[in-house]
């Protein structure tokens, strides 16, 4: 499994969002510009998690985006799920019923579960909350 650019980068989007919690929108060219991550790049990106219902936005010369939840509400999980599509390692695993016709032969499909669920017990336990948490301290040894 490699998280893409397009997951990489709605992450960071969504902790510049989560990190600005002032009750303002934020627009796109000011994260884009934190982040040194391209305009038209993190449109397509607040699209997705825009739809998801993730963020919201604010029209208006002072409009931009603002996170629908609280920052312990989101999950790295709920937030790469939706530019990543599934998780799964491999495809026989991304539905709750594997309807592989060789589940039951199948010598590897045990790593494959262990491997799930250890990719699970990371992201959709981190948060948000925890990344803010994170990137405060390292602000702070610097």
């Given at each position: 499994?490699?998280?893409?650019?397009?997951?990489?980068?709605?992450?960071?989007?969504?902790?510049?969002?989560?990190?600005?919690?002032?009750?303002?929108?934020?627009?796109?060219?000011?994260?884009?510009?934190?982040?040194?991550?391209?305009?038209?790049?993190?449109?397509?990106?607040?699209?997705?998690?825009?739809?998801?219902?993730?963020?919201?936005?604010v029209?208006?010369?002072?409009?931009?985006?603002?996170?629908?939840?609280?920052?312990?509400?989101?999950?790295?999980?709920?937030?790469?799920?939706?530019?990543?599509?599934?998780?799964?390692?491999?495809?026989?695993?991304e539905?709750?019923?594997?309807?592989?016709?060789?589940?039951?032969?199948?010598?590897?499909?045990e790593?494959?579960?262990?491997?799930?669920?250890?990719?699970?017990?990371?992201?959709?336990?981190?948060?948000?909350?925890?990344?803010?948490?994170?990137?405060?301290?390292?602000?702070?040894?610097?």
């Open positions: 499994m490699k998280i893409s650019t397009k997951g990489r980068y709605a992450l960071r989007l969504m902790i510049d969002l989560a990190s600005n919690l002032n009750g303002e929108p934020v627009q796109i060219k000011e994260i884009a510009a934190r982040q040194t991550i391209s305009n038209k790049y993190l449109e397509q990106i607040i699209s997705a998690l825009h739809k998801a219902g993730y963020v919201k936005s029209r208006g010369p002072q409009g931009g985006y603002l996170l629908t939840k609280k920052p312990e509400e989101y999950t790295v999980g709920m937030i790469l799920r939706t530019t990543e599509g599934s998780m799964a390692p491999v495809s026989c695993l539905f709750e019923v594997n309807d592989c016709e060789r589940k039951d032969a199948c010598v590897t499909l790593l494959w579960k262990k491997l799930d669920e250890a990719i699970r017990s990371v992201i959709d336990v981190v948060t948000l909350a925890d990344l803010l948490e994170i990137q405060r301290e390292k602000m702070t040894e610097n």
